[in-house]
């Protein structure tokens, strides 16, 4: 198993650019989140989805879209993307199984995007 | 409002020491609680979560936590520290029930050989 693959690993957008951050795992789970890491801010839920077609908004979602129509797949999409959306951003995936978010997230390696 | 805290930003301990890393939250209710660790350059690993039951919940790498609900508190703790422990830790906390995952805002660990 690949475990959660991101893509790009970096990218360089201008002020208002549009981008999808890609996001695949193949672990067969339900749940599927996008997190942003910041300096001395940890990592902040923006979007997360509890399986295909179901999505819903985390702590900073604003700027953000998202859609599940499988699976195996997540993007997260920046309309028109804002000096403030340089971060590091990482996808990650887990199988709830009902438990309603006790298990274990697995992480994919990140994509840092600068925008300027 | 609901939060989660970690008061050090940065710690260093020497080789062979004894760690503590603490973390706090800030709920109506007992939350589920995790911690994870995240090398440089790496996407994060989970070290440890507890859900219910025994206080003292053991991990990967030799790592442990106790969960204090007096305290509302989930400290994370390693008898001997090794140079690879050198790393980023992260205490995470999710409301049962619900899946949003609230992070804490991490403590940089440095070991001193």
């Known amino acids: 198993n690949a475990g959660v693959t991101q893509t790009p690993k970096f990218q360089v957008l201008k002020t208002g650019q549009s981008m999808t951050l890609q996001c695949a795992q193949d672990m067969n789970h339900e749940y599927m989140s996008w997190y942003r890491q910041d300096p001395g801010m940890g990592l902040r839920l923006i979007h997360y989805s509890v399986g295909a077609g179901i999505t819903d908004q985390g702590e900073v979602p604003n700027g953000y879209n998202v859609s599940r129509s499988t699976t195996e797949d997540f993007p997260l999409r920046l309309l028109s993307a804002a000096p403030s959306q340089t971060s590091v951003y990482f996808c990650?995936?887990?199988?709830?199984?009902?438990?309603?978010?006790?298990?274990?997230?697995?992480f994919g390696p990140g994509t840092r995007l600068l925008v300027l | 409002a609901q939060s989660v805290t970690q008061p050090d930003i940065h710690i260093t301990v020497s080789e062979g020491a004894s760690l503590e890393l603490r973390c706090n939250y800030s709920?109506?209710?007992?939350?589920?609680l995790f911690w994870y660790v995240q090398s440089p350059g790496q996407g994060l690993q989970l070290l440890l979560k507890y859900f219910s039951g025994d206080t003292l919940v053991q991990g990967i790498k030799g790592f442990e936590a106790e969960f204090k609900r007096s305290q509302s508190s989930f400290n994370l703790r390693k008898p001997s520290v090794h140079w690879s422990d050198a790393a980023e830790y992260f205490c995470?906390?999710?409301?049962?029930?619900?899946?949003?995952?609230?992070f804490g805002t991490g403590t940089r660990l440095k070991v001193l050989a």
């Open positions: 990650a995936s887990s199988s709830p199984r009902g438990s309603g978010g006790a298990e274990t997230q697995y």
């Open positions: 709920y109506g209710a007992t939350p589920y």
């Open positions: 995470a906390v999710v409301l049962r029930g619900t899946y949003k995952y609230i």
